[in-house]
């Protein structure tokens, strides 16, 4: 493919590619040629987050982080941090904490340390991770119940503090459906009033083929601008299987062999391909529409082969939600999204 994303939007916005370790290690050649041709940004999918970075109270564990960042720092992409303060993916110790001040404590080593390690390398942070419910009210996580809101407010002070050349971002899935939108505003403007540097908002991006939610996404893009954040599609990945459960546990359904869960295991019918190229062409239509405003697209993840999506919400699926096949190959959906321009 002589065609590239990165190439196709240089003028528009960063694309980017989540990365796991297996993908630094560059042990798979042909993987490794085609993150560098494609993407110019790069997220860490777990690497950096506390359960990996932070394993004890008074231990961490950057390994593999380095070679993340060292990684985009080779290759000149710009590097996401992936996240600081998030319910999940934590340490069984932080999940113990049962005292404010304990908590507080926590949230100033873990950011002062993380993010002051990489404070000249990390480009952006995704400071706070999923802080909203559906309805737009605060989740009540162990963040929210031992601190109160204050937790927001505290956990940019202290992103900013450590690293201060970083752009810093709150992220989170579903915050273009109204309610979860109305959340989200409502949190940035707390943020911005407390005199906390907020310079981004993520929309997480897991949608489903057929059903992407495009006037609600360009409502929002349309209204976090309007903040004065830049807007980024932080995960994005178009599922195409069943996600409505119902009934027995779906697990034991699954080691039965219960083909309705995972419908495509031999291939991808035409016709939810079509759809699913359809639906990225169109989305990237509205990004660019909006290029002023989006400053990175992020896929979650570079192959159909190695994302989460086969393994969440159940494991053993073959899901199809990105732009290359399992061979690495190009898929009509991105033939259609290099094509656009
Ligand atoms: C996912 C990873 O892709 C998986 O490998 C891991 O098992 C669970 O987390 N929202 C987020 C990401 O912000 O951190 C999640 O990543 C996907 C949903």
Not at 4 to 27: C, H, M, P, R, Y
Not at 230 to 258: C, S
Request: one cysteine or more; proline letters at 4%.
């Amino acid at each position: 493919q002589h065609i590239t994303l990165k190439q196709v939007f240089q003028d528009d916005f960063l694309v980017g590619t989540a990365l796991s370790l297996g993908q630094i290690n560059e042990t798979d050649a042909p993987t490794d040629s085609l993150i560098k041709r494609q993407f110019n940004a790069i997220t860490a999918e777990n690497i950096m987050k506390a359960e990996i970075v932070h394993p004890e109270w008074d231990r961490f564990d950057f390994e593999a982080a380095d070679k993340f960042v060292a990684y985009g720092r080779k290759n000149n992409m710009h590097i996401v941090g992936h996240t600081l303060i998030w319910h999940s993916q934590l340490p069984p110790f932080v999940s113990r904490i049962s005292s404010a001040d304990s908590l507080r404590q926590f949230m100033q080593h873990h950011i002062g340390t993380v993010a002051g390690r990489y404070a000249d390398e990390v480009d952006g942070w995704d400071v706070v991770n999923e802080a909203l419910n559906e309805d737009g009210s605060l989740r009540q996580s162990i963040f929210y119940n031992l601190l109160g809101e204050q937790y927001l407010v505290d956990a940019f002070k202290l992103a900013e503090e450590a690293a201060p050349s970083a752009e810093l971002y709150y992220n989170d899935y579903n915050n273009e459906q109204p309610a979860k939108r109305e959340g989200c505003i409502a949190l940035i403007k707390k943020l911005q009033e407390a005199g906390a540097r907020i310079d981004g908002v993520g929309i997480q991006g897991h949608w489903h083929a057929g059903r992407v939610p495009f006037d609600e996404i360009e409502k929002s893009i349309e209204a976090y601008a309007a903040l004065g954040l830049k807007v980024m599609i932080t995960e994005l990945d178009l599922e195409v299987l069943p996600r409505d459960f119902q009934g027995a546990d779906v697990n034991q359904r699954m080691a039965a062999g219960d083909r309705s869960l995972n419908p495509y295991a031999d291939g991808l019918p035409d016709s939810v391909g079509h759809q699913l190229a359809a639906d990225y062409e169109n989305l990237f239509k509205l990004f660019l529409k909006h290029k002023d405003k989006i400053s990175r697209v992020t896929f979650w993840g570079v192959n159909d082969g190695q994302s989460w999506l086969n393994y969440w919400p159940i494991a053993g699926r073959t899901n199809y939600p990105l732009l290359f096949d399992r061979n690495n190959q190009p898929k009509e959906a991105f033939r259609r999204v290099v094509a656009i321009k």
